[in-house]
């Protein structure tokens, strides 16, 4: 059965580093999305991404975020410059169909900014 | 507004009693609804949704849920509960993103 995949599944990094997280979407996907989930907290949406495109982002996602399709099967999630704050979990999904379609989600990633 | 909410945010169950969890939903059109479950360090495997039709769905693991508009819920619920079931529960309501509940830490007793 094929699966959203997301690396590495742990990273460690000072306040002040970029970081990119990486998922591999399930592969006749076409709307992709990360989520993050602080500890002890419920799962946040930050963006949603369709045919290159942000196409919905939260407050969350400022500035420091971005995201990228660099080839036909990644997905990236680049923090530029980290704060504490961002500690979390990192959640990739995707879907077929963005409304009616159910999101499939990653493993995540657990970012620990020192 | 759009929201979900969970009340109970800590369930206690014994091994092989029967199970609900609540979930209320705010949205003013036809709501895509979900439960996922996440198990310590896991990520998250749906269970079950909701789309149209029938109100009572099936879901994995034995699991199902209702539907109820009147009532803006989605309760989940499971007959028999398996020690394997501990984990945290999150219900959640699609507008093109997941909308979350807080979420429910189901703990079973032997």
């Known amino acids: 059965e094929p699966e959203v995949t997301q690396t590495p599944s742990h990273q460690v990094t000072q306040m002040g580093q970029e970081v990119i997280l990486r998922c591999v979407p399930i592969s006749n996907h076409l709307y992709f999305y990360w989520y993050r989930q602080i500890l002890g907290q419920k799962v946040e949406f930050l963006v949603s991404f369709y045919n290159n495109e942000i196409s919905e982002k939260s407050e969350i996602f400022d500035d420091q975020f971005s995201v990228e399709r660099p080839d036909g099967s990644n997905f990236t999630l680049k923090i530029r410059s980290t704060k504490l704050e961002d500690s979390a979990m990192y959640f990739c999904a995707s879907s077929r169909d963005r409304a009616t379609d159910t999101q499939y989600f990653g493993p995540g990633t657990r970012l620990t900014v020192l | 507004a759009q929201s979900v909410t969970q009340p109970d945010i800590h369930i206690t169950v014994s091994e092989g009693a029967s199970l609900e969890l609540r979930c209320n939903y705010s949205y003013g059109a036809t709501p895509y609804l979900f439960w996922y479950v996440q198990s310590p360090g896991q990520g998250l495997q749906l269970l079950l949704k909701?789309?149209?039709?029938?109100?009572l769905v099936q879901g994995i693991k034995g699991f199902e849920a209702e539907f109820k508009r009147s009532q803006s819920s989605f309760n989940l619920r499971k007959p028999s509960v398996h020690w394997s079931d501990a984990a945290e529960y999150f219900c959640?309501?699609?507008?093109?993103?997941?909308?979350f509940g807080t979420g429910t830490r189901l703990q079973v007793f032997p």
């Open positions: 909701y789309f149209s039709g029938d109100t």
């Open positions: 959640a309501l699609n507008t093109d993103k997941l909308i």
